[in-house]
């Protein structure tokens, strides 16, 4: 009984942490290879088309492409790879934060 | 003959060197331009972020104008992304038809090899391209480097001071030397400049 209440447990947190959260997150995305924004502007396009993205900023200088996930909805870091990937740059780290989208962009 | 349309297309416009033979995936390319005695046209479709295809037109000023047309396939061959810089190396190869202005056209091969580096003040690159066929046989050869007066950020104007030497087999000119301008923003490109003989040079470019 014990075994299966930790199990059930585990199992429920799991599901949490996969589930999209009930508020808006903010995505910092680091990538290398962004110099150029004729060529970057794949990056906007990729993700812009994403239904959970609400908002994307591009910072040369820190390197960032900042994402703004909607209300209820995320995006994988598998999706931001791929995206990242297909716009011709390489993924270096991704970081879910708490500040807001504009506080980030902000710097 | 198939290439008459884009003999009036390259008439009625000035075209550009292949700055981008591959973009982001999904993406279209167009590029427009000439740089003195050479006239360029291309429109690519890039199927993945490592392989674009499409149509490559070229004029040479001469005694005898020449034309070249037809489709092309260019290949990312290698990428260095690094925080602050990328390097890339790219080929094409294509046929089509070419010949004199005029005369008729036969079968003819195009490539291309480019090599560039470039962070957000400095910029290098070198160019190589052929075209062959019974009646045309073409180098163009250039080198460019540059420097940005300031570090543009993704959504602001980008400017670039841009020197290029640039030779075409068979022209009288040896060796063009060119200095240039370039902007861009958003999509947008466009390159301003001249050779020291005084002949126009205006590169125009859009991702879509």
Not at chain 1, 82 to 87: A, G, L, Q
Not at chain 2, 102 to 120: H, K
């Amino acid at each position: 009984m014990k075994i299966f209440s930790i199990v059930s447990l585990l199992a429920l947190t799991a599901t949490l942490a996969h589930a999209a959260p009930d508020r808006v997150v903010t995505v910092k995305t680091t990538v290398n290879g962004m110099v150029c924004s004729l060529c970057a502007q794949g990056i906007l396009a990729h993700f812009k088309k994403h239904p959970a993205i609400s908002n994307v900023h591009i910072d040369f200088t820190r390197k960032l492409v900042l994402l703004e996930e909607r209300k209820g909805k995320s995006i994988t870091d598998e999706e931001i790879n791929e995206y990242i990937k297909k716009s011709g740059f390489e993924l270096v780290k991704v970081e879910r934060v708490k500040e807001s989208f504009d506080q980030v962009k902000a710097g | 003959m198939k290439i008459i349309p884009f003999s009036i297309l390259l008439a009625a416009t000035v075209a550009t060197a292949a700055a981008h033979p591959v973009a982001f995936e999904g993406a279209y390319q167009l590029m427009l331009g000439t740089a003195g005695s050479v006239q360029n046209f291309e429109f690519y479709h890039s199927y993945s972020s490592k392989a674009a295809w499409g149509l490559h037109a070229m004029r040479f000023d001469g005694d005898e104008d020449e034309i070249f047309t037809g489709v092309q396939h260019n290949w990312l061959l290698k990428r260095w992304n690094l925080p602050s810089s990328q390097a890339n190396v790219y080929a094409g190869l294509g046929a089509g038809l070419a010949g004199e202005v005029g005369n008729g056209a036969s079968p003819a091969g195009v490539g291309f090899f480019r090599a560039d580096y470039e962070t957000r003040r400095v910029y290098t690159a070198f160019d190589a391209k052929w075209v062959e066929s019974a009646d045309v046989s073409r180098g163009v050869f250039s080198a460019a480097a540059g420097i940005a007066p300031y570090e543009a950020e993704f959504d602001q104007l980008n400017t670039w001071l841009i020197l290029q030497v640039e030779h075409v087999t068979g022209m009288e000119d040896k060796l063009d030397i060119i200095p240039k301008v370039r902007f861009f923003k958003g999509p947008y490109f466009l390159e301003l400049g001249s050779t020291l003989t005084g002949k126009l040079v205006v590169n125009f470019m859009i991702h879509f």
